[in-house]
Structure formats: C-alpha cells, structure tokens
Nanobody, 119 residues
C-alpha cells in the first residue's frame, strides 16, 4: 500500500506538491499513477509515470500538473499548479498495470490526501 500526503487547503491559482511513498523499491519496476476522486464522481487517473519515466496526463490537468519520481527515495510526486475549484478531490496514488492502452491500479487503496481549492 502506498501512502499519499501533502494535501491541504489552497486558494485558486495556487500550488501544492503531493508525495507518494512506498515501503520498498517498487517504483523502479512499476508504473505509478495519481488518481483523484471528487465528491459524487468516479475516481479518475490524472497522471502516470512509467518505469522509464515517461509521463502521461489527463486533459483536465495537462500543462498544470507534473508527475515525477525519485527511485532512491521510493517516492513519486505530483506538482500541481494553477489550481482551481475543479481540482478539489481526494488524491490517491497506486502502482499501475497495463493491458495495452488501458492502465489499471494494482494495489489496494490508501486513505488518500484531500486537496481543497477554495478562496
């Protein structure tokens, strides 16, 4: 299970950096994704980073969010800039498997970290 942290209350236009920590060196061999779930909505994958550090983003966050990894620290980050109210959600991280063009979570879900964008 991975542990997400770094959420909080931020004003529109602000920034936050989320961290996803693993207990072992799984990030060096697995893709990792950041998901979010807003109230009343389904959980969605917003960013992923592969073992070769290639990245992919949902259209809703492209150009504003950046995912990165530090294998030595067993940590994956999500830098979120230009936040708006639609980014308000609980954010989760998970390792990912793939079946071609489809990515899916491999592990169990942790508690996530709440990001609230509000003035």
């Amino acid at each position: 299970q991975l542990q997400a942290s770094g959420g909080g209350l931020v004003q529109p236009g602000g920034s936050l950096r989320l961290s996803c920590a693993a207990s072992g060196s799984i990030f060096s061999i697995n893709a990792v994704g950041w998901y979010r779930q807003a109230p009343g909505k389904q959980r969605e994958l917003v960013a992923r980073i592969s073992s070769d550090s290639s990245t992919n983003y949902a259209d809703s966050v492209k150009g504003r969010f950046t995912i990165s990894r530090d294998n030595a620290k067993n940590t994956v980050y999500l830098q979120m800039n230009s936040l708006n109210s639609e980014d308000t959600a609980v954010y989760y991280c998970n390792t990912l498997g793939t079946g071609g063009s489809t990515w899916y979570p491999l592990g169990s879900w942790g508690q996530g970290t709440l990001v609230t964008v509000s003035s």
